[in-house]
């Protein structure tokens, strides 16, 4: 036997043998003499070779965002058919949901890889795509608002937002107690009513949400005015005290006045002296909460002279 080759073919190990062992492509020839009657004849074999790899295209992707948790890989651009198969997998350990199939979904962020293997000529090709993730919310505080008393009966609650170059959607509701005047949806708002308010931001590009909660108290004290009932006034007794240490409240500030009676010395304390007749008022005020009530009183002239 005697086996030969040409072009880019290869022999491998002996070449006188009934078979031999070929590692290339080309035309191989095998001759064969009968040493007996010195006949010979030969034959010719074309060893082609298939080692084209498949086409492997990962494709679709996208970014996981707090609305959007699956994203789809799709290898529609690589090599189909009856000869080739499919492998997904997460180059970091992710997990893919059918790693086995054309397309896949995954849920986390990350470089995924595509196997495609020719199952005639067991040629693979490889192919990555990466997956990103945007879930991070922003950060959302509320100022510490002022406190509601007699005086300011609303107050402003201003959120603050960080980062503030996102597009956001705002959303206040009340917890307990409170009442919002005007929009909910902007980032202050108005209130007229103690209790606790809750404030939700969405950022609209990745639908994350983060929200605050803030309380606004009312400081606001129950004052009341009141005035002894004076004794009229006499002869004997031209004039009077009256007294308003009766009234209500805390740190209180006292102010008397009168139109058609006549007050002596000062008319900014509890009680005041007065000489005549006539309708005396006393306003009292909560120095802290500004909370006042108002009170009034006639005093009368018992002092008609008797006949002689």
Known sequence: YRWSTSGTGRI????????????????????IDNSRNGCSNNANVQVIQNSSPPIAIAGGGGTITCTNTNITLNGAGSSQGPNFQYRWRGLSGQAVTSPGALSTQVRRAGAYELAVTNTVNHCVSLDTITVAADTTPVRVSIDVPRELNCINRSVSLNSRVTPSNRTLLYDWTTLSGGNITGSTTSPSITVNRAGSYALEVTDQANGCTSGAVVTVKDSSTTVRAVIAAPAPLSCTQPTAELDGTGSLGSTLVFKWSTSNGKIVGAANRNRLSILGPGTYKLVVRDSITQCLDSAEVTVRNDSAVPVA
């Open 12 to 31: 491998e190990g002996a070449t006188d043998r009934d078979s031999a062992i070929v590692s290339g492509p080309g035309f191989y020839n095998l001759q």
